[in-house]
T-cell receptor
Framework: GNSVTQMEGPVTLSEEAFLTINCTYT??????LFWYVQYPGEGLQLLLK?????DKGSNKGFEATYRKETTSFHLEKGSVQVSDSAVYFC????????????FGTGTRLTVIP | NAGVTQTPKFRVLKTGQSMTLLCAQD?????MYWYRQDPGMGLRLIHY???????AKGEVPDGYNVSRLKKQNFLLGLESAAPSQTSVYFC?????????????FGSGTQLSVL
């Protein structure tokens, strides 16, 4: 079956620190992989995605590389800001159509000045 | 830009009461979804719809019903609320042309069942 495992939070970092949030997946085929972000009081928003092995998704200084050999899609940012404080969800989608998006449990990030 | 709008934002129910959550989207999306978000469990799909007049069960459909009478609206009903349904509920929509790769979410409804 399909599943996504994220590192447990919460994660607290100082401003300008390096961020890594680990995500690994299990899938029967060749999924697309995503990171969604949820800012306080809001719904989830797509942050970045990668649709095939070795692809790198990037947005707002965040990056994640689709690693088929390790079934991973870790989220990284070189220098976090207070405004990056949010909950981050890793997700996968294995086929077209509806009802195919599987989310991880989310990792809460707090960045302190 | 309204996007996906959920009402109400907060609600407190007593066990056994009923209520309906309304989701409206103005992006002409075919697909709409209802998720619940619980601590340590991420998002779980309750029901979804691939078009007006059609609905289907997701991962955790028990205790909920849905209707999609109009393309822009997707209603989630609780006929007899239970404390286990205390959760944050999110509606989302997407376009088939995006192959379900980008969902647009509402800001959520916090429901407490006492």
């Amino acid at each position: 079956g399909n599943s996504v495992t994220q590192m447990e939070g919460p994660v607290t970092l100082s401003e300008e620190a390096f961020l890594t949030i680990n995500c690994t997946y299990t899938a029967t085929g060749y999924p697309s992989l995503f990171w969604y972000v949820q800012y306080p009081g809001e719904g989830l928003q797509l942050l970045l995605k990668a649709t095939k092995a070795d692809d790198k998704g990037s947005n707002k200084g965040f990056e994640a590389t689709y690693r088929k050999e390790t079934t991973s899609f870790h989220l990284e940012k070189g220098s976090v800001q207070v405004s990056d404080s949010a909950v981050y969800f890793c997700a996968l989608s294995e086929k077209d159509g509806a009802n195919n998006l599987f989310f991880g449990t989310g990792t809460r990030l707090t960045v302190i000045p | 830009n309204a996007g996906v709008t959920q009402t109400p934002k907060f609600r407190v129910l007593k066990t056994g009461q009923s209520m309906t959550l309304l989701c409206a989207q103005d992006m002409n999306h075919e697909y709409m979804y209802w998720y619940r978000q619980d601590p340590g469990m991420g998002l779980r799909l309750i029901h979804y719809s691939v078009g007006e007049g059609t609905t289907a069960k997701g991962e955790v459909p028990d205790g909920y019903n849905v209707s999609r009478l109009k393309k822009q609206n997707f209603l989630l009903g609780l006929e007899s609320a239970a404390p286990s349904q205390t959760s944050v509920y999110f509606c989302a929509s997407s376009s088939p042309t995006a192959q379900n790769e980008k969902l647009f979410f509402g800001s959520g409804t916090q429901l407490s069942v006492l």
